[in-house]
């Protein structure tokens, strides 16, 4: 214990030097990311096998760490991989790792952690930790970072938060994306670690710069976090056969839906140029100014087409001739880098400006990095803030990168750290570490339970909100109800969503793996009801019922069943039978306490056998309430004959 922590000291020692020092590269804003124009890096392409593979992260040229015989087997494993031949690239990973290869030694813990495809390397936790301990001693960041998830997640080993810290933070200063995602959360929230803005910052911000770097407008997959709870996901597949078989009939607003489907990869499907670009011809052929501003955008690029600058602007200036904000945008974007075209910086603006105007969120986006980098008529960081919002407002991802370093280094605007951070930690959310979500998502549907639950858990320590819920999710659906699955539900909240409120408030007031505390329950389900959550506004109208962590009051109860009946139609009735119940028992309370008809009282404070005293105290002002009641029966009786079933009538006589 002693070690860890002399060994934590002088990892945050080591950390906060490196931190103070990166500090500098924030500055006035002039280090925001370059114009996204056809010269930006392309995004990461999706790997279904990023973590068992590493084939788009690791090099195979890396001489100084890695014996030579093993880096032959290496290379041969990753060419297995691109035949997918998986017998022979385990083959050659066992080979390459036992002489000593550092990330064939970390693919192998990946793979004894996760499992593999074939079944041939089991999974075994201990080996996985011994392997990644070995590379961490050589420095390894993502070896690292994976023994930081083992120990803060209790993965194979008993958990220690401290220890998962100091591993973090070597892996985050070696350049782990993983690792600066999970210390960035992790001071962000305080959790383990002195709660620092500036601190998450930086590392939001480094993340955030590869992801803004890389971004493509084009390209850029559009990862869907789907949680295990929402069903409506049933449902996608469905809706794009029914796009794509009107798109197929001629349907121009199909194809176009179907077009940008496949462009971005949207509803579980991966980005697939050449479907687009069959879809765009198909609705550009019907002359649709929508449909010929994104092909000429896909030869501007090279996307599913050979790049051609001049059929990009033919379709480009018939897309502008039938005024449509995309082509307006694409075609600016041409002059502002004289692609195809001799660069003229008014016209770029003309076009971009009616764009952006029109709301398209891209022209937004570069009509406010002309105006932050002086190439609009007149230099307006004002101007660049405000179109960078609108930008950001639709979720483009530039414009939320743009807008956040604006709001870190207080240009146009007063300094906020927790804006920024909020901001960017968006960004870095939206890198290709989200790709993991497929994997963890198809290994569910495929009851792949374990290796899910893993898969989220990495992408909960990183700080995803869904992740975290979705850890949760499985580890309940695997029979646990342990410290775990309450520390994900508990993060999950923290980031605001509402249903994990109630789930811990059930985990309070049941004692699952807690101690029972109907007070804490009642919290919970308080914070869940004011997030408009039906479900918490039930369970707190229950608690108020019944007195359980409350004080008992029906009124309370009532006026929660009542929300909970109009906020939700699945409600209704439970809330229907709930509210019968507290009118009654309101009338009960009002009856006897004399609240109604004072000397109703009599009936229940009575010690003796009534009397004719008792009974005429009884009677006296009460005659209504007698009378109605003795009415009400009656007619229970006069309904109950009319309503006797008659015997059928004999049969006739032979």
């Known amino acids: 214990a002693l070690a860890a922590r002399l060994l934590l000291c002088v990892a945050l020692l080591v950390g906060f030097a490196a931190l103070s020092v990166s500090q500098v590269a924030i500055q006035d804003g002039e280090d925001r990311v370059k114009d996204n124009g056809v010269d930006s890096v392309p995004a990461q392409e999706p790997t279904v096998s990023h973590y068992t593979s590493e084939a788009n992260k690791l090099s195979a040229d890396d001489s100084t760490t890695n014996s030579p015989k093993g880096q032959v087997d290496f290379v041969e494993a990753m060419k ?34 996760l499992g593999n495809a074939t079944e041939t390397i089991p999974v075994n936790l201990t080996r996985g930790l011994e392997l ?57 929230t305080g959790l383990s670690v002195a709660k620092s803005c500036d601190t998450a910052l930086t ?47 001629g349907d121009v607003q199909a194809q176009n839906a179907m077009g940008q489907v496949y462009l971005h990869g949207a509803h579980g499907q991966q980005p697939n140029p050449a479907e687009a670009l069959r879809m765009f011809r198909w609705a550009a052929a019907k002359n649709d100014a929508q449909a010929q501003g994104y092909l000429g955008m896909m030869y501007a690029h090279g996307l599913g087409v050979a790049q051609d600058n001049k059929t990009a602007i033919e379709f480009l200036e018939q897309s502008v001739a039938g005024k449509s904000p995309i082509g307006y945008a694409a075609l600016g974007q041409m002059y502002l880098h004289g692609q195809g075209v001799p660069r003229d910086l008014k016209k770029a603006f003309t076009y971009i400006e009616k764009a952006a105007q029109a709301g398209n969120a891209e022209a937004q986006y570069q009509l406010g990095a002309m ?15 405000n179109y960078f919002t609108l930008a950001s407002q639709q979720s483009h991802l530039l414009g939320i990168y743009s807008l956040a370093v604006m709001h870190a ?23 290709p570490l989200s790709l993991l979500f497929h994997d963890a998502y198809d290994d569910y549907e495929e009851e792949q339970y374990e290796r899910s639950g893993i898969l989220y858990l990495l992408l909960a320590e990183m700080g995803f ?37 109630i789930r811990i408030g059930d985990y309070y007031y049941y004692g699952w793996n807690t101690t029972v505390d109907p007070a804490a329950a009642a919290a919970e389900y ?19 019922e019944h007195g359980e962590g409350l004080q008992c009051d029906l009124h309370l109860a009532k006026r929660y069943y009542d929300q909970a009946m109009v906020t939700a139609s699945e409600a209704q009735l439970a809330s229907l039978i709930a509210l019968a119940i507290v009118r009654a028992k309101i009338l009960w309370d009002d009856l006897t306490a004399g609240r109604l008809w004072p000397s109703l009282t009599a009936v229940v404070t009575l010690s003796s056998v009534p009397t004719l005293t008792d009974l005429d105290r009884v009677i006296e002002g009460n005659e209504v309430l007698i009378a109605c009641v003795l009415f009400f029966f009656l007619l229970l009786l006069l309904l109950s004959r009319r309503l006797v079933v008659q015997p059928p009538a004999p049969a006739p006589a032979p």
């Open 526 to 544: 308080r914070l869940a009801a004011e997030g408009h959550s039906a479900h918490g506004m039930f369970n707190l109208a229950w608690m108020y």
């Open 465 to 501: 909100e869904q992740a975290q819920f979705n850890a949760a999710y499985v580890l309940e659906h695997q029979g646990s109800t342990g410290g775990l699955a309450l520390y994900n539900w508990q993060r999950s909240a923290k980031q605001g969503h509402v249903a994990a409120h």
């Open 132 to 188: 990644f301990t070995m590379n961490a001693e050589t420095g390894n960041s993502d070896s690292q970072f994976m023994l930081g998830f083992m120990y803060a997640t209790g993965t194979g080993v008993n958990s220690s938060q401290a220890q998962a810290v100091v591993y973090y933070t070597f892996a985050a200063l070696g350049g782990s994306m993983e690792a600066q995602m999970a210390l960035a959360f992790r001071y962000h």
């Open 203 to 249: 590392f939001y911000r480094r993340v955030a710069d590869a992801v803004a770097a890389g971004a493509s407008t084009l390209s850029s997959p559009m990862v869907e976090r789907r949680r295990l709870s929402d069903k409506s996901f049933g449902g996608s597949e469905d809706i794009l056969n029914y796009y794509l078989l009107h798109a197929e009939r």
């Open 371 to 385: 105006y932050h980098d002086g190439l609009a008529p007149k230099r307006d960081l004002g101007k660049a803030l």
């Open 409 to 431: 280094t207080g240009t146009a605007v007063p300094r906020s750290c927790d804006v920024a951070v909020g901001l960017l930690k968006n960004v870095a959310e939206r890198g």
């Open 80 to 113: 297995a991989v691109e035949a997918d031949d998986w017998d022979l690239h385990n083959r050659l990973i066992l080979a390459a790792a036992e002489k000593g290869h550092v990330q064939a030694r970390h693919i192998l813990g990946m793979m004894h952690v």
